[in-house]
């Protein structure tokens, strides 16, 4: 049931209609840990400077994530700063300051190299396809990335693409990564091009998950309050492999309930800052939340219709 | 079972990416009609010019619509031409040539006026409110409404909300109603101005059934060709409010199912111009793709989720 992620430790500095936090603890690969440690152990890749309050990360230790692959440089932290407008549904990024995270080469430990279950966050597709050499046979590869890499390394990434199992990404990212608009023709494209699964995510709207021959879909779970979505993507990841990791399989079964708790995980990120929710998040918490996604979509049979009088 | 439709019967002019119609059946009745009549016998209330080509409406006739209700004024009929983007998201309205429609009084047939399912299509609010002063004490009122009176007859509107049980509007319409961006504020807002229920349609995203106490979310079904996004809407409303009156039934589990064949129906409308769709489609089509919507978002209790090996 061993997981591995490989993606960024970073410092967020977030602004939304509700309040501001500054240095608060971000990044892929910690918001993946934080949801993904609820449902399994976690083994992290990742780089932090010597300016990183290391000692943040211990509610992740208590959860059995396992920091030995989290290596420390000497010089500055990964260090992000964006701003949210009014409806949380757009966002502008003031500064991005790379620090250490632009030296950073993946080395997957020894002791994480059978890892059955791997997460490969957002960064550099080379990377992404370094770490794939490094590790021996896993069950299930899933991979995000973004607008940056589809546009700067495209030839890394279809070759990415070829081996990896499932592509997780937003609308945006799969529009421009298949040049088509319409969701279903896009998923059909980057199947096409490697990855026998895609995950759509649509914020709000939802999630897609499309198999060779299925499709399904989880809906955004109504929130009164969106305090903050940064890494709701990241948790959604988290959710989904925590759950499959814990199942110990990928039906496709499993792999629809996975959705259902990647949404669940996703939802619950986005109710407080940064990793706030996800710390103080039980697993009833999350079991509850999952059977509430089930009576959201839920309904009977039709086929007991008659006309009636 | 008798259901009864109030609204606009006309002709559109439609340009989308794939190609243009001049002078095909539109209008809010007529879409809720042809979609409606698959599921149950309908009687429709309306007005169109001299100049109507009513014999476009004989497939409603040999669906039991009963047109009685149609009246034909001396002037032109209601007209609306509108183009729509490539990606058929937003569209703009070249023309509206109101005709006849501007002196429309709706009068309700005697033998229409114990109708215990009714739909009152967006026309101007003091029209629908006239309308409920004819009909004597149906099961269901399910209203829908557009910006334009939300501006300009936001009064009356808020009248004609305490005497109906079902509130059909989009997105944008109930945010603007309750002025809250957030969906699930924007619904309660709305419920507690007197309609019981809410359903929000969010096209392409699904839609969502309000009720006192639960959330029923049916999602947007996958398309690979949007045809022409015109009438879905009112495809929609005719696919909820046909299934109940065919059912006999409000009961929640009722309202649920009706959702997923309103979500049905407007799915079948956009797949072609205007209504020829729905002028086609059969009763066996629409089972089959309301047991497709359960595939969609069907998934097992979690329960028996166990630690893996």
Redesign the interface.
Known sequence: ?SLLVVGSVALDTIETPFGRVEDALGGSATFFSAAASLL?PVQLVGVVGDDFPVAHLGFLERRSVDLSGLVKLSGESFRWSGVYN??LNSRETLETRLGVFARFQPRIPEQFRDARWIFLGNIDPDLQLDVLEQVRSPDLVVCDTMNYWIEGKRDSLMRLLKRVDVLLVNDSEARELSGE?????AARWIQAHGPAMVIVK?GE??A?LFTDD??????GF?????FDPTGAGDAFAGGFLG?L?????ASL?HL??A???GSTLGSYAVERFGVERLVELTLAEI?ER??RF??????????A?????
Do not use: C, W
Not at 222 to 226: A, D
């Open positions: 049931m399994s009014f409806d608009y319409n969701l279903l023709k649509k709207h939802g897609i299925s499709i399904f879909f989880a809906p109504p929130l009164e309050e969106v759950y990791a814990r199942a110990g399989s079964d629809r309930r959705v259902v708790y079991d999952v059977l089930r009576e959201l979509t839920m309904f009977e049979e039709p086929i219709v008659q006309p009636g009088s």
